[in-house]
């Protein structure tokens, strides 16, 4: 399991000691300036830290690359702020066991208008309604030996762009319903007209990419 965390001290612990029951889990600290790295340690996750922050995206790509050279087949991304249960992790392996390439959540709901956008746009072109949430299973295979072009990210696309990237290689995707539980304190990625505008440029950029960007193999 991957989980990004920026400044996550309040919930990392909850997070960890639950989902360490499935595997391993590699926390990417995020540059946070409390205690996130250490405590994360302390329940048993591996952690990979950021001197600084990178963000999201750069966490994101941290995990899935050091779980691609670890040798794993699949990689399950989960958010720090304990709002989704740990206990989707099984459902998600049981997808990725059978055959599936990409397993994408599905929130109950969504904060953000430009996040309904998203959304009509993600299950327009790619069947995918919710490509912002932050579970999300990957099959390591593909990007093993059809390296998609994983790497560094060019643009925030608040974590979307490995989906965009997977499904132009036309793999098989499937959607699952998850729960949430409300979040203890302020999002990471604040609330207002910025995140709105960044969520939008995020879309163009990932309709730039879906649309114009040949796939080129890369080696990780």
């Given amino acids: 399991m991957v989980v ?17 029951n499935f595997g391993e889990v590699i926390v990417v600290n995020d540059g946070s300036v409390d205690r996130t790295s250490e405590i994360a340690e302390g329940a048993g996750a591996f952690v990979i830290n950021h001197g600084t922050r990178l963000g ?20 399950i991304t989960i958010d720090a702020d304990n709002q989704f249960a740990p206990s989707l992790i099984e459902m998600f392996a049981k997808k990725l066991s ?11 709901y969504k904060q953000r208008i430009s996040e309904h956008v998203f959304g009509f746009f993600g299950s327009l072109l790619w069947s995918v309604p919710d490509p912002l949430c932050g579970v999300k299973g990957y099959n390591l295979d593909i990007l093993r030996s059809k390296v998609f072009g994983m790497r560094r990210f060019s643009f925030d696309s608040i974590g979307v762009e490995p989906l965009v990237r997977m499904i132009k290689l036309r793999v098989t995707v499937v959607n699952v319903s998850v729960t949430m539980s409300k979040r203890i304190d302020k999002p990471r990625f604040g609330s207002g007209v910025v995140p709105n505008c960044k969520i939008i440029v995020a879309l ?3 309709l730039f990419l879906y649309w114009f960007v040949p796939m080129k193999k890369r080696d990780l």
């Avoid at 059978?98 to 109950?108: K, Q, S």
């Fill in 98 to 108: 059978r055959d599936v390439d990409l397993v994408v959540g599905i929130r109950p």
């Fill in 204 to 206: 163009i950029y990932c």
């Fill in 56 to 75: 999201y995206n750069e966490a994101i790509w941290t995990g899935l690359v050091y779980s691609v050279r670890r040798g794993y087949k699949w990689a």
């Fill in 4 to 20: 990004p965390a920026l400044n996550e001290a309040e919930t990392i612990e909850r997070v960890v000691s639950k989902l360490v």
